[in-house]
């Protein structure tokens, strides 16, 4: 399955929603990179990406990638400095099971949004949205091979 196609059109629509919204209260940024293949070790692949996406240029280092290969059903969460220095130990693993829980329930979408949105909590508590802010990145899906 490609990997534009694992979400579909709606879909894709609600978890931009969910960033929308998570980023509409924070200064934070949340992306979400969809591959179908990920070779090796997934935290090093989502650090890759990451990087690529220049998610470690935000002025507070305040990004947060999901990221998702599809095929091989890996997936992380990788948060910059910034807001990995604030979040209480364990806070991304436990985004990481709602996110797979909703996996399991055969509504990926809904998991990856229900993550974004907790994510998007943590950011706005340590990093409020501020009156001059500007969306430092983009807020659509990216996809890989």
């Not at 969809?34 to 305040?62: I, P, Q, Y």
């Not at 990004?63 to 991304?92: C, M, Q, S």
């Not at 990856?112 to 807020?139: K, M, T, W």
Request: aromatic share 6%; hydrophobic share 45%; glycine share 10%.
């Amino acid at each position: 399955m490609a990997t534009s196609s694992f979400l579909s059109d709606q879909e894709q629509a609600n978890v931009l929603a969910a960033i929308s919204d998570a980023e509409s209260h924070t200064s934070g940024e949340i992306r979400l990179h969809l591959e179908s293949r990920c070779k090796g070790d997934v935290l090093d692949r989502a650090a890759m990406v990451f990087e690529t996406l220049a998610m470690h240029k935000t002025a507070l280092r305040n990004g947060v990638l999901f990221y998702l290969a599809t095929e091989d059903r890996k997936f992380a969460i990788l948060g910059d400095g910034g807001i990995n220095a604030v979040v209480p130990e364990g806070f991304w693993n436990g985004v990481k099971d709602t996110v797979i829980a909703g996996m399991a329930a055969g509504n990926p979408a809904e998991g990856l949004a229900s993550g974004i949105r907790l994510a998007g909590q943590q950011l706005s508590n340590h990093f409020p949205l501020e009156a001059n802010d500007i969306n430092e990145l983009s807020n659509d899906i990216s996809f890989g091979s």
